[in-house]
């Protein structure tokens, strides 16, 4: 009866043995199959962005050299009023020619102290032509970067009079106006932003 009770309790032990070694394995497989899952969920990495077309900023945006004269201006909000002067006077297909030209584009500051009435006056249909005469005198054919811009210069205008280049202390002037801005790049030709409305 002793032997049998023995028997009887070893082979009990011999299963708990077991079901606790089948337990082990479990968690093991359990444990290895988080890991391959979390392996696989891993994102590849991130391309690194373009690096942005170098050019010069001008009214909050970055005058380019990949658009023309016409579209750089358009993205300036210092340059609204010469923009809407452009387009009354029919110069946009001429300014988005092949060029190149050099542009001295007034700010609307500069707009505003030759006075609204007058400004008004100007973008009348009837003054179409006083107009163009006006913006024409602002373009020089030819692509004449700072550099070349020297002291008693003469630069003649599409308008057909000529603008007086004075440089003193490393500041260049046209006609009496700062050159704020200078060698905003085109695909056409260059701009430098001034700070007075020239007249012919």
Same mark, same amino acid.
């Given at each position: 009866?002793?032997?049998?009770?023995?028997?009887?309790?070893?082979?009990? !032990?011999?299963?708990?043995?077991?079901?606790?070694?089948?337990?082990?394995?479990?968690? $093991?497989?359990?444990?290895?199959?988080?890991?391959?899952? $979390?392996?696989?969920? $891993?994102?590849?990495?991130? /391309?690194?962005?373009?690096?942005? /077309?170098?050019?010069?900023? %001008?009214?909050?945006?970055?005058?380019?050299?990949?658009?023309?004269? !016409?579209?750089?201006?358009?993205?300036?909000? =210092?340059?609204?009023?010469?923009? &809407? &002067? #452009?387009?009354?006077?029919?110069? !946009?297909? $001429?300014?988005?020619?092949? @060029?190149?030209?050099? #542009?001295?584009?007034?700010?609307?500051?500069?707009? =505003?102290? %030759?006075? *609204? =009435?007058? #400004? /008004? @006056?100007?973008?009348?249909? /009837?003054? *179409?032509?006083?107009?163009?005469? #006006?913006?024409?005198?602002?373009? +020089?054919?030819? *692509?004449?970067?700072? &550099?070349?811009?020297?002291?008693?210069?003469?630069?003649?205008?599409?308008?057909?009079?000529?603008?007086? +280049?004075? %440089?003193?202390?490393?500041?260049?002037? +046209?006609?009496?106006?700062?050159?704020?801005?200078?060698? &905003?790049?085109?695909?056409?030709? !260059?701009?430098? +932003?001034?700070?007075?409305?020239?007249?012919?």
């Amino acid at each position: 009866m002793k032997k049998y009770t023995l028997s009887f309790l070893a082979a009990g !032990v011999l299963a708990m043995s077991l079901a606790s070694c089948g337990g082990n394995n479990e968690s $093991t497989t359990s444990t290895t199959t988080t890991t391959d899952t $979390t392996a696989m969920a $891993t994102p590849p990495p991130a /391309e690194p962005m373009p690096a942005a /077309e170098p050019g010069v900023m %001008v009214g909050g945006a970055n005058m380019v050299a990949s658009k023309d004269i !016409v579209d750089n201006a358009m993205a300036s909000s =210092d340059h609204t009023t010469l923009v &809407a &002067a #452009v387009k009354q006077a029919g110069l !946009v297909e $001429t300014l988005k020619g092949a @060029g190149p030209f050099t #542009v001295f584009a007034p700010t609307n500051a500069a707009f =505003d102290a %030759v006075g *609204k =009435d007058k #400004v /008004e @006056g100007l973008m009348k249909d /009837e003054n *179409k032509d006083k107009l163009k005469k #006006v913006l024409t005198y602002h373009v +020089v054919p030819g *692509k004449y970067m700072a &550099a070349d811009l020297k002291d008693g210069m003469k630069l003649k205008t599409v308008e057909g009079k000529e603008l007086k +280049v004075s %440089v003193k202390d490393g500041m260049v002037m +046209v006609d009496g106006a700062n050159v704020s801005i200078a060698d &905003a790049p085109s695909s056409n030709g !260059v701009t430098h +932003v001034i700070d007075k409305v020239l007249m012919p």
